[in-house]
């Protein structure tokens, strides 16, 4: 595992979009991995700034996301596909065609998650996949204390997420209860994995998921026995290591 120290968020973002656009440049078809959340939009607009400067061509690349709300439609702003459509899919010139993400609006979660393992088979696995932190370790949807997964599941989210989702939904019954995730097993066969990382609140979390026991009580540990992982952070989120 290479952790790459970074001065702050900015530093994290530029260090990070590098690193996506080395592989895009070294294989022009390969599969991205992508991730939501607010750690990555700062390397999401990277992208587009090298794309929109001529230093990108993202016509041949694919992307797979991690994750998507059960029940939300592409059309829902909360939704994932609208935020990767917000803040890169729009902006740069991938063929939407190739860019994937669990289907929310399927009610049939065996099919669903089915459904996407056959997607990801077929474009051949995940070149470089990114990832953000939950603050509770969890990477996807794959939350702490079930076992590791290994395929795409559906999980029901736990009352604190759902309760954080709120404030950004009209009423807490509009919160969706499920979301479709990628699962560890597919997260680890990625060629490459890249974690983004800010902020001292994730200081903690960084210490344990990636200097402490690898444990399905803190599912990022697992990462520490992939191949090829690199972690860019920032000094806030690496303050409680050496
Ligand atoms: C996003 C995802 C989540 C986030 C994690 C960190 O697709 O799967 O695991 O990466 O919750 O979120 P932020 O970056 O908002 O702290």
Redesign the pocket.
Known sequence: MKIIRTKDYDDMSRKAANIIAAQVIMKPDCVLG???????IGTYARLVKQYQEGDLDFSQVTSV???EYKGLTKDNDQS?YYFMNDHLFSKVNIDTKHTFLPDGTEPDSEKACREYDQIIAGVGGVDLQL?????NG????NEPGTAFVARTNCVDLTESTIQANKRFFASIEDVPRQAY?MGIGTIMLAKKVLV?VSGAD?AAIVKKAFFGAITPEVPASVLQLHRDVTVVADEAALSEVE
């Not at 992508?34 to 990555?40: F, H, K, R, V, W």
């Not at 990832?131 to 603050?135: S, T």
């Not at 969890?138 to 949807?141: D, K, M, V």
């Open positions: 992508l991730a939501t959340g607010s750690t990555p996301n991690l994750d994932y990832l953000g932190l939950g603050h969890h990477i996807g949807f995730t983004v994730k």
